[in-house]
Nanobody, 127 residues
Framework: VRLVESGGELVQPGGSLRLACTAAERIFGDYTIGWFRQAPRKEREFVAGISWSGRNFYYGDSMKGRFTVPRDNAENTVYLQMNNLRPEDTAVYYC?????????????????????WGQGTQVTVSS
């Protein structure tokens, strides 16, 4: 499935930002969507995700309570709502999709398990 991210920009510490991941085809009911990020000289890190059913959500440890994953079924879009942003949140953010269902949170937090990736969008948190 083809994915396109958008919404990345420069934001001040403490600010909020919403990224969008839009799919070229229907994803809800079929794909689990994950958000990952990669900062310079660091490994790709799991951020948050929503299961294929829309009933389960997954979060990286440093994102709990700050990030959420709303979605728009009609637009085939999953968002990453980021609040209380910190300079260490600066990275390129990617969304990814995997077709396998009911694999559990540990499975969906691994980047290597995803089949399709977007091109990424840059988020910079700085004053």
């Amino acid at each position: 499935v083809r994915l396109v991210e958008s919404g990345g920009e420069l934001v001040q510490p403490g600010g909020s930002l919403r990224l969008a991941c839009t799919a070229a085809e229907r994803i809800f009911g079929d794909y689990t969507i994950g958000w990952f990020r990669q900062a310079p000289r660091k490994e790709r890190e799991f951020v948050a995700g929503i299961s294929w059913s829309g009933r389960n959500f997954y979060y990286g440890d440093s994102m709990k309570g700050r990030f959420t994953v709303p979605r728009d079924n009609a637009e085939n879009t999953v968002y990453l709502q980021m609040n209380n942003l910190r300079p260490e949140d600066t990275a390129v953010y990617y969304c990814a999709a995997v077709h396998l269902k009911n694999r559990g949170s540990d499975y969906y937090k691994q980047a290597s398990n995803y089949d399709s990736w977007g091109q990424g969008t840059q988020v910079t948190v700085s004053s």
